[in-house]
């Protein structure tokens, strides 16, 4: 659980930045009031089609990290965009999700079989990765999730920030924050340009941290209350990721996605850090633990 000493100086910067109504503290209970009833009726095609472009050559993990986030997270359907030489990797990791590669979509403009999308884990930013992120942007009509290497191309290629779809959220550490906006001296700055980000763009900005706070485009900030220290390791955002990109395909708005999946990714990483400590826990724990987390949000 996030320190209340960093949540109390977080809401305390925040108010330098935002009326007292714009700052929501996220708790369980009101995660709970966000979550959607899952209809006994239901088929996979009712809880959505999500494609995931991620992962390269040496850096399959990522894509399988988020994979198994996301269909750990209620999706209905998942196909993986990724390079041929990680086919068998993918297959095997995640024999739930389907796989298609890199050249074939490249090939294809058909995006409307899709209910969201997410780019960015593992995937590089050379130029087969823009041209192909390039033609994604300009041609999807479902609501994307952007991390990683997605916003550093975007970040070398500014004009791309005008094609994100509409309800798209955005998940950069400070650092990726910093490319797509420039360097700030300290924390209220960031957040500042985090802020006029998601006014400007209508995209809603999660700026992962201790703790994470997220930014929707009518300038209301969230501050999250799970998450810890062990959680800052290799692949977590990719986790992350995986789960945002899973209920934006189920139909939650932007803004829900984003302040459910921080809440949820930060609960399984507190779980996960109570049976293997903060020093040991991997990202590949916090996805074991994602079913606890979400046992405890749909028990009554």
Same mark, same amino acid.
């Given at each position: ?31 709970? !009031? ?13 809880? &959505?089609?999500? %494609? ?6 040496? @850096?399959?993990? /990522?894509?399988?990290?988020? =994979? ?26 995640? +024999? ?11 090939? =294809?403009?058909? $995006?409307?079989?899709?209910? /969201?999308?997410?780019? !960015? +884990? !593992? *995937? &590089?930013? &050379? ?5 192909? $992120?390039?033609?994604? %942007? ?7 999730? %952007?991390?990683?290497?997605? %916003? ?27 490319? *797509? ?45 799970? &998450? ?19 209920? $934006? ?16 990714? !930060? ?6 850090? @109570? ?14 633990? $994602? +079913? ?9």
């Amino acid at each position: 659980m996030t320190n209340q000493s960093y949540i109390d100086e977080t809401r305390q910067m925040l108010e330098k930045l935002l009326p007292a109504e714009k700052i929501k503290t996220v708790n369980e209970d009101y995660i709970k !009031g966000l979550l959607k009833s899952r209809d006994p009726k239901a088929h996979k095609g009712i809880f &959505g089609h999500a %494609l995931l472009y991620a992962g390269s050559p040496g @850096m399959a993990g /990522a894509a399988v990290l988020s =994979s198994k986030a996301c269909m750990r997270s209620g999706v209905g359907l998942l196909t993986v965009c990724t390079p041929a030489a990680n086919n068998d990797i993918l297959q095997i990791s995640v +024999p739930e999700a389907m796989v298609t590669h890199t050249d074939d979509m490249y090939a =294809s403009s058909d $995006l409307g079989r899709y209910t /969201a999308i997410g780019a !960015g +884990p !593992g *995937l &590089g930013t &050379g130029e087969s990765q823009t041209a192909l $992120l390039d033609k994604m %942007l300009k041609n999807a009509t479902c609501p994307m999730v %952007l991390d990683a290497d997605a %916003l550093n191309i975007i970040s070398q290629k500014c004009y791309l920030l005008d094609y994100v779809p509409s309800g798209s959220v955005i998940t950069p550490h400070p650092g990726e924050l910093a490319r *797509l906006t420039g360097k700030t001296d300290d924390w209220v700055q960031m957040a500042g340009k985090a802020i006029e980000l998601a006014r400007h763009t209508g995209i809603t900005v999660v700026v992962k941290g201790a703790p994470t706070v997220t930014v929707l485009p009518d300038c209301t900030a969230f501050i999250n209350t799970t &998450g810890n220290a062990g959680m800052a390791t290799a692949g977590s955002g990719d986790v992350l990721t995986g789960i945002v990109l899973a209920l $934006l395909a189920q139909g939650y708005s932007a803004a829900h996605a984003a302040v459910i999946a921080v809440y949820v990714h !930060g609960s399984a990483g507190d779980t996960a850090t @109570m049976a293997l400590s903060q020093t040991a826990m991997t990202s590949a724990d916090i996805i074991s633990n $994602l +079913p606890n987390a979400w046992l405890k949000l749909e028990q009554l």
